[in-house]
């Protein structure tokens, strides 16, 4: 299984609660993709075809623009399903953790 992120998840790293050595371990065995030109305009057609907007949406529409653009099967794991998936479709499975 490939696992992977966006750089942008980065910056929600709770770095009080999880040691800034651990989080750069963990991101060192998975791909974490860069965004794009590419990708911050399939972000942004998300976010206006759903009619979101701010940045409460552009992280999530970020990584939904990864996602779907992902082989698939692919799937999101998020603590916060009811935001991401509006924005995944129903091509990308989310899943609850």
């Excluded at 371990?25 to 860069?34: N, T």
């Excluded at 409460?56 to 082989?71: C, E, G, H, N, S």
Aim: with cysteine; proline share 5%.
């Amino acid at each position: 299984m490939r696992v992977c992120t966006t750089a942008m998840t980065l910056l929600e790293a709770d770095y009080e609660r999880v040691h800034p050595a651990r989080v750069q371990w963990a991101l060192s065995r998975i791909d974490v993709h860069d965004i794009t030109g590419d990708i911050a305009d399939r972000a942004a057609a998300l976010l206006r075809d759903d009619r979101l907007h701010g940045h409460k949406y552009a992280i999530d529409a970020v990584l939904a623009a990864v996602a779907r653009a992902a082989p698939h099967p692919a799937t999101v794991l998020t603590s916060e399903p009811e935001d991401i998936s509006l924005l995944c479709g129903p091509l990308v499975e989310v899943v609850k953790v």
